[in-house]
């Protein structure tokens, strides 16, 4: 009885030479004027195909981004000079972390090549272990062994031997590893500070009458003060109001101050600011080491604390005589110790 009565359906061609065939769905429902059950995505495909797609677009958006930064910096016409490996002490002899890169600054003050001295040294350390930016400001009047020359000052190095062999006596003194070094001349510093409209800092009242009083400066002082490059320049080289420690102290609350305004700053402006530095600089990257250093900070810019001390501190030195100048005689091993504390294992410094 039931094969007659699909046959009158027009559904005779089911069974061929014996075993069933597949039909649509749409075929079995046609005629009774039912529409097929709806076949819906499993649960969390449609979310996930969404998260894919997303992930997707973001990283064709950063891999485009980082193809033109990496194109700017190329095209910018920055100075590339190559440091090379540390002769005078081996890799594994240093502190180092692959998830904390160490960039050194130095202010120099003038750009002739070699001949001048270090008017400034910061270690910035971007910390990606403890969500920290850290700067160290090594003094220039320590006093130690620069390699292959005699005992002198910190800052004497880059006069011997420019930018490498400054890296090479931080490292072989202090046990550091330094992945890259940036340069910039004071007299190229204050374009740097314009082009991206200068900063904000406390000033207090001592220095803005100092300042005011031995400069072409007029400034005043208070908790925030908005200061342009030369303002800055001469509030960084203030030398005879207090000691050399406050000086460095007054170079770090500069490189923070800077941190905070890049953050604070469009990206079209920080792309243009940057265009507008490169060129001023000299360090040993590549441009997509460039590139990449400047993604880095810029996350570290957005998340991280900054914190800071100097080398060597108080209780790490003494002070006195070599010949005819006043030196700072650090306590190597206790700088060691303090330096690895502060970069490594996260140890905030002492109020």
Known sequence: MLLPELRSRGMEDIYVSGGPREIPLEELYAEGGKQPPERKPAPGKK?????????????????????????LAAASGYTKQNLKSNRYISKTSLNNNALITNILLIGVDDSSEGTSRSDSMILVSLDFIHGKIKLTSLLRDCYLEIPGKNNAKLNAAYSYGGAQLLCDTIEYNFKVDIDHYIKVDFGMFTKLIDSIGGIDIEVTEKEAKFINRTSRQNINYGSSVH????????????????TDYMRSFRQRKVISAIINKVNSTSPVETLRAVWNVLPLLET??????????????????LLF??????????????TGYAGNQWVERPDMEGCIKRLEDFIYSGTEPEN
């Open 227 to 242: 200061l342009n490059g030369e303002e800055t320049l001469v509030y960084c080289r203030i030398r005879k109001l207090d």
């Open 47 to 71: 979310k996930k195909h969404r998260f894919r797609t997303f992930l997707k677009t973001a990283a064709a958006i950063i891999l485009i981004i980082f193809i033109i930064f990496t194109a």
């Open 305 to 318: 604390k900054i914190s800071q001390i100097r080398i060597p501190d108080d209780d790490l030195m003494t």
């Open 284 to 301: 040993d990257m590549s441009a997509p080491e460039i590139t990449l250093n400047a993604f880095r900070g810029g996350i570290c810019a």
